[in-house]
């Protein structure tokens, strides 16, 4: 299993206990075969993860765990923050959506979505040879770059829906495609983003806040700023044009998760990505100033726009004892604009409330919205959003020397 979504192997847990609907459930043989990996299973070690697996798992899911916990043993009572008021009451919302039918597939969008995603592409390379290079090089990265919202939607399975097991699985091959067809790894991703979600800005669990030694987020932390050597004291000024250099690095890390996994496991994955950079590479021949500019691109859009809902704010500590929705309203920012950014960032900018319901369709989102600002004010949450450029702001001040920005009571 890979540690921080890097492939590097890690043994099994003994005695792997996690609590769920207030039953104490023992997980110890299911670390193998988890689908969201063992990781996952190892991070909620004698803790809650009712609200976890709500947020994640198909009603067919819920059948198997409800045959599980029968006869188990009843959870500490102290440890279950899914059955505290605001657990209860977060519930409650998300009963409204399903009833209100948000949950439900949204098939013209979806094809709006690929025509978005795919058509850049093939025009860019139509234009690359063409007398446009410049720009044709630009519209493939885009289409890279919106592939990745994409197909994170499709492996989120907020496409497909219903309970027939091949509609899940076309969820997986459509993703798996088109995180291919953009040069990443579904292995890779899934291991980052699925623990993400589950630890959102924990220290030590979520993997994508661990960008040290190349970026260390000193907010609130004197004695760690004190610690930085010259380079990092400088973070503040490369951290923008660093966001470029973000897809070799992905592209890099995909191959080192899939190098670490059994060939029988990940075959599909070598061979998809293999055509990829033979058409690629084929693609820019004679033109491999446009390829560094392409990837150039497509790492800075991405990386700009990730970087923009997490970073920036609060790290909590692994034992923080919140409910799913307090995590959310510490650890997450959306990024304002309207419909057009949501669209250009693949709902990415809807992050809130993408966290709290990962398996509504990104076209639904929209009208989440509404209902989750009145839930946080209702229960005295501070809803976190600002444009995408005070987004970048945040993230250079929690990078810079001196006094930490107030973010907690922000807007």
Same mark, same amino acid.
């Given at each position: 299993?890979?540690?921080?979504?890097?492939?590097?192997?890690?043994?099994?847990?003994?005695?792997?206990?996690? +609590?769920?609907?207030?039953?104490?459930?023992?997980?110890?043989?299911?670390?193998?075969?988890?689908?969201?990996?063992?990781?996952?299973?190892?991070?909620?070690?004698?803790?809650?993860?009712?609200?976890? &697996?709500?947020?994640?798992?198909?009603?067919?899911?819920?059948?198997?765990?409800?045959?599980?916990?029968?006869?188990?043993?009843?959870?500490?009572?102290?440890?279950?923050?899914?059955?505290?008021?605001?657990? =209860? #009451?977060?519930?409650?919302?998300?009963?409204?959506?399903?009833?209100?039918?948000?949950?439900?597939?949204?098939?013209?969008?979806?094809?709006?979505?690929?025509?978005?995603?795919?058509?850049?592409?093939? $025009?860019?390379?139509?234009?690359?040879?063409?007398?446009?290079?410049?720009?044709?090089?630009?519209?493939?990265?885009?289409?890279?770059?919106?592939?990745?919202?994409?197909?994170?939607?499709?492996?989120?399975?907020?496409?497909?829906?219903?309970?027939?097991?091949?509609?899940?699985?076309?969820?997986?091959?459509?993703? @798996?495609?088109?995180?291919? +067809?953009?040069?990443?790894?579904?292995?890779?991703?899934?291991?980052?983003?699925?623990?993400?979600?589950?630890?959102?800005?924990?220290?030590?669990?979520?993997?994508?806040?661990?960008?040290?030694?190349?970026?260390? &987020?000193?907010?609130?932390?004197?004695? $760690?700023?004190?610690?930085?050597?010259?380079?990092?004291?400088?973070?503040?000024?490369?951290?923008?044009?660093?966001?470029?250099?973000?897809?070799?690095?992905?592209?890099?890390?995909?191959?080192?998760?899939?190098?670490?996994?059994?060939?029988?496991?990940?075959?599909?994955?070598?061979?998809?990505?293999?055509?990829?950079?033979?058409?690629?590479?084929?693609?820019?021949?004679?033109?491999?100033?446009?390829? #560094?500019?392409?990837? $150039?691109?497509?790492?800075?859009?991405?990386?700009?726009?990730?970087?923009?809902?997490?970073?920036?704010?609060?790290?909590?500590?692994?034992?923080?004892?919140?409910?799913?929705?307090?995590?959310?309203?510490?650890?997450?920012?959306?990024?304002?604009?309207?419909?057009?950014?949501?669209?250009? @960032?693949?709902?990415?900018?809807?992050?809130?409330?993408?966290?709290?319901?990962?398996?509504?369709?990104?076209?639904?989102?929209?009208?989440?919205?509404?209902?989750?600002?009145? &839930?946080?004010?209702?229960?005295?949450?501070?809803?976190?959003?600002?444009?995408? =450029?005070?987004?970048? /702001?945040?993230?250079? /001040?929690?990078?810079?020397?001196?006094?930490?920005?107030?973010?907690?009571?922000?807007?």
């Amino acid at each position: 299993m890979g540690k921080g979504g890097d492939g590097r192997a890690a043994a099994p847990e003994e005695g792997l206990q996690v +609590y769920l609907k207030g039953k104490v459930v023992d997980v110890t043989k299911f670390q193998r075969s988890h689908p969201g990996g063992a990781k996952a299973l190892r991070i909620f070690k004698d803790r809650d993860a009712t609200e976890q &697996f709500n947020m994640y798992h198909s009603p067919a899911a819920h059948k198997k765990l409800d045959l599980m916990i029968k006869g188990a043993p009843d959870a500490p009572g102290d440890s279950a923050v899914a059955t505290s008021k605001l657990g =209860v #009451a977060f519930k409650q919302l998300d009963d409204k959506l399903h009833e209100a039918g948000l949950y439900e597939p949204c098939y013209a969008d979806e094809t709006f979505k690929l025509f978005l995603t795919l058509g850049p592409g093939l $025009l860019g390379a139509r234009l690359l040879h063409t007398g446009m290079p410049t720009l044709g090089s630009f519209l493939i990265a885009f289409s890279f770059y919106l592939s990745g919202w994409t197909a994170h939607d499709y492996l989120h399975h907020g496409v497909f829906k219903g309970g027939h097991t091949k509609l899940v699985k076309l969820n997986n091959v459509i993703g @798996t495609a088109i995180g291919s +067809y953009q040069g990443f790894s579904t292995e890779w991703w899934r291991r980052r983003h699925n623990t993400h979600h589950l630890c959102t800005n924990e220290a030590s669990n979520d993997p994508d806040i661990r960008t040290m030694p190349v970026f260390t &987020f000193v907010k609130g932390k004197p004695k $760690l700023a004190a610690a930085l050597n010259a380079v990092q004291r400088l973070q503040q000024y490369y951290y923008v044009p660093m966001m470029s250099a973000l897809d070799i690095y992905w592209r890099f890390e995909s191959v080192q998760v899939m190098v670490s996994q059994p060939l029988r496991k990940v075959w599909h994955e070598w061979l998809t990505l293999g055509l990829h950079y033979a058409v690629l590479f084929w693609l820019f021949q004679g033109k491999m100033s446009y390829l #560094a500019f392409m990837t $150039l691109c497509r790492g800075f859009m991405t990386g700009i726009v990730v970087f923009a809902t997490h970073y920036g704010e609060d790290v909590l500590p692994a034992d923080h004892g919140l409910t799913l929705v307090e995590q959310t309203a510490l650890t997450s920012r959306n990024i304002t604009g309207g419909w057009i950014v949501n669209v250009l @960032t693949g709902y990415i900018s809807l992050q809130t409330e993408h966290h709290l319901f990962p398996m509504i369709p990104t076209a639904q989102l929209e009208k989440v919205q509404p209902l989750v600002r009145s &839930f946080f004010k209702e229960h005295g949450l501070i809803y976190r959003e600002s444009n995408l =450029v005070e987004c970048v /702001k945040l993230n250079i /001040k929690a990078l810079a020397l001196g006094d930490a920005p107030d973010l907690l009571h922000g807007h």
